[in-house]
Each structure stands twice: as structure tokens, then as C-alpha cells.
């Protein structure tokens, strides 16, 4: 079993839609992060967490703590939210475990 | 206030030979972490410098090494470069280790033939 599981895998949706990444993990964490990453490699950062909730705009991220899972939220997404979005955790830098991405497709 | 940069872009080596990748990181950053990232894969996590020490480690073997400087810019060296050392190698800098958001570069992409 895989210390950093995602799914779905791969997601199509229609512009528009509302959508849900989860992630769950079975190691010690200091924080979670969910990445994006674009064809051709660049990397970028959406959210830190250690706790709770954030929102950056039209993208939502949770944890809890204590059932290992967080989940990444999209609202009204459009065709350029169309990447693979990662789940990645962090022990203090001592580790850091990538989930397999979440390749996404958003239609116009 | 500049991003994280790395150098070379793209580099092509020989199997056996060494390699020098570099990442400068963003301004204020004390932490730097290297990542492996094979084609169609996910990263891997290589290693973590935190004020000029290595501060984890993951699965790779020692001829996979790593200096931070004092103006907290990094080096990863591959010594005696294997066919699967082909990849995309990724730096990304941070405040400090743990509870701090990760800012990537955008990659060196390594072949070895």
C-alpha cells in the first residue's frame, strides 16, 4: 500500500463543474500540500496545510487530521485548471511522499 | 523578489560520468529540497538542506549528493551517472523546513545516454 494514495487517478469535466480530489495517507505528517503541474514539468504550489481549510480564489483545500485525508475542491472550473494535481506530504523535511497525481481535463 | 531559478535548463551526459546541477533559491529562503522526477512519474523526494545541513533523506543511494552555501543558494551531484538517472530534476526552496510552503524552480531536465 502506497504511504500517499489519490483518486480519482484521472478526471474529465465539463467547464464549469464542481470538483473534488481526494487524498489519504497512512505516515506522520507536519503538513500536506497540493501542487499542480502543468505538461512540460513547472510545479506550482496552491496550498500548505497543517489544519482546517484554505481558499485561494476558486480552489478550496481541507484536512482532517485524524482520518488521514484531505481533499482539493475546484469550483467553476475552466479549461485551464486542466493539469495533474498532486497530494504531497512532509515529516519536518526528514521525509516528503508524492501521491501519483491526479490528471485532470476540463472541456470546454 | 526572484523566484527559485536552477541551471542548467537541459543537460546531456554520458553513463558514468558526474553532473553539477544548481538552484538558486528565492530570496529570504533557508531550505531547499531536491526532488527526482522520471518521465511520466511522480517526483521522488532526494534529499533537504536546512541552514547548510542535510535535514532528510530519502531512498537514494549515496552517490547522490548535496552542498547548500552560506547565501543558501544548492548543489545536487550525481556521481557516476546510470541510464535511470534520466530525468527531470526539480529544486524548490522554502522559509524552513516543516510547516512552510514549497516554491519550485522549473526543472533540469537530465538525459544520460
Known amino acids: 500500500k502506497n504511504e500517499v494514495e489519490q483518486s480519482p487517478q484521472n478526471l474529465t469535466a465539463q467547464e464549469g463543474e464542481f470538483i473534488t480530489i481526494n487524498c489519504s495517507y497512512s505516515?506522520?505528517?507536519?503538513?500536506l500540500h497540493w501542487l499542480q503541474q502543468h505538461p512540460g514539468g513547472g510545479i506550482v504550489s496552491l496550498f500548505m496545510?497543517?489544519?482546517g481549510k484554505k481558499k485561494h480564489g476558486r480552489l478550496i483545500a481541507t484536512i482532517n487530521i485524524q482520518e488521514k485525508h484531505s481533499s482539493l475542491h475546484i469550483t467553476a472550473s475552466h479549461p485551464r485548471d486542466s493539469a495533474v494535481y498532486i497530494c504531497?506530504?512532509?515529516?519536518?523535511?526528514?521525509?516528503?511522499?508524492f501521491g501519483p497525481g491526479t490528471r485532470l481535463s476540463v472541456l470546454p | 523578489e526572484t523566484g527559485v531559478t536552477q541551471s542548467p535548463t537541459h543537460l546531456i551526459k554520458t553513463r558514468g560520468q558526474q553532473v553539477t546541477l544548481r538552484c538558486s533559491s528565492q530570496s529570504g529562503h533557508n531550505t531547499v529540497s531536491w526532488y527526482q522526477q522520471a518521465l511520466g512519474q511522480g517526483p521522488q523526494f532526494i534529499f533537504q538542506y536546512y541552514r547548510e545541513e542535510e535535514n532528510g533523506r530519502g531512498n537514494f543511494p549515496p552517490r547522490f549528493s548535496g552542498l547548500q552555501f552560506p547565501n543558501y543558494s544548492s548543489e545536487l551531484n550525481v556521481n557516476a551517472l546510470e541510464l535511470d538517472d534520466s530525468a527531470l530534476y526539480l529544486c524548490?526552496?522554502?522559509?524552513?523546513?516543516?510547516?512552510?510552503?514549497?516554491?519550485f524552480g522549473p526543472g533540469t531536465r537530465l538525459t544520460v545516454t
Open positions: 505516515v506522520g505528517i507536519s503538513a
Open positions: 504531497a506530504v512532509d515529516n519536518y523535511g526528514q521525509n516528503f511522499v
Open positions: 524548490a526552496s522554502s522559509l524552513a523546513a516543516g510547516l512552510y510552503e514549497q516554491y
Open positions: 496545510l497543517s489544519s
